[in-house]
């Protein structure tokens, strides 16, 4: 069993952790706050340039643009999208088991993943990683993303990859996230709930609108979903560190309770000692 010294290093031990976890979970709680707050003023940007790219597929001079028109899948691409850094509970291994089963539905797949855990996960069972993007500052994310969606647009239009799916986190609330995988190209014929203007007119053609729209479309997918995934990540750790904080909490009572009873018998075996001794003299 262990000493008296021992459980109180214990206990010194627990309690320093205690106190980097109730540090994360203070720094967790003030990035979740500005990410759902980028994330409230993504949201509109990314659903109103959705809706307008898929009006498109119901416009007849449109639908033999490369990024609506269905051509044979040989190579499917995914944007992956997780963290750099670890202490999120389970939000990477989901995500990226959310695309790993996705990809095993007979696709050859090339990945483009964003964050050192998704790298590693991928990378560990042989899958073929074309790009990988780490370190993303939240500062630098519009323009990161930006760069991300040229990229992954070049590769479409060179016919290097026939179609386009990006897998990321949506948030629900601070104790709910579900991992989604959504087709991005060509433009998808699923969306039902989406009601179009058959009558709109596009200046000063489709194609010249075309041409300016995908690029916005793509950047405005990427910046959602980074959006959408970062704030589901700080939820994640927020919630992690708080119930680490608790599990340190309920380890200190119970390593208290030890040293107290471990103290009490070392009291209790002295003064027999003296007892004992005393006896003797008599």
């Given amino acids: 069993m262990s000493s008296i010294k021992g459980i109180k290093q214990r206990i010194a031990n627990v309690s320093t952790t205690k ?14 706050q500005k990410a759902r707050e980028r994330l409230v003023n993504a949201r509109p940007l990314f659903f109103e ?7 498109l597929k119901d416009c007849e001079k449109a639908k033999e ?5 269905q051509r044979k899948v040989n190579k499917s691409a995914y944007v992956i999208i997780t963290s750099d850094k670890g202490l999120c509970g389970s939000y990477n291994v989901n995500i990226a088991q959310k695309a790993l089963r996705h990809m095993n539905e007979g696709k050859n797949e090339v990945i483009l993943v964003v964050g050192a855990k998704g ?9 073929n990683i074309l790009h990988r993007i780490i370190d993303i500052t939240e500062t630098q ?18 016919g290097e990859i026939d179609e386009v799916f990006i897998a990321y986190t949506r948030f629900e609330s601070t104790l709910s996230y579900l991992p989604v995988v959504e087709k991005v190209l060509p433009i998808s014929d699923g969306e039902e709930n989406m009601r179009f203007d058959s009558e709109m007119t596009y200046e000063p053609d ?8 995908i690029p916005l479309y793509l950047h405005a997918c990427f910046f959602a979903a980074m959006s959408e995934s970062v704030a589901c990540e700080h939820a994640a750790r927020m919630v992690n560190m708080d119930s680490a904080s608790k599990n340190a909490t309920d380890i200190i009572d119970d390593l208290n309770r030890m040293y107290n009873r471990k103290r009490q018998a070392a009291i209790t075996q002295e003064i027999n000692e003296i007892v004992g001794g005393a006896n003797i003299l008599k």
């Avoid at 980097?20 to 967790?28: E, Q």
Wanted: net charge positive; aromatic share 14%; hydrophobic share 40%.
């Fill in 119 to 127: 790298y590693e996960f991928f990378r560990r069972r042989g899958k």
């Fill in 206 to 213: 489709v194609h010249s609108f075309l041409e300016q729209a």
């Fill in 65 to 69: 643009s490369i990024f609506i028109k």
């Fill in 19 to 32: 106190q980097i976890m109730k540090a994360m979970d203070m720094v967790s709680t003030s990035k979740l």
């Fill in 141 to 158: 994310m519009y323009y990161d993303t930006g760069l991300l969606s040229e990229h992954v647009q070049s590769l479409y239009v060179s």
């Fill in 49 to 55: 340039t959705k809706r307008m790219v898929h009006q």
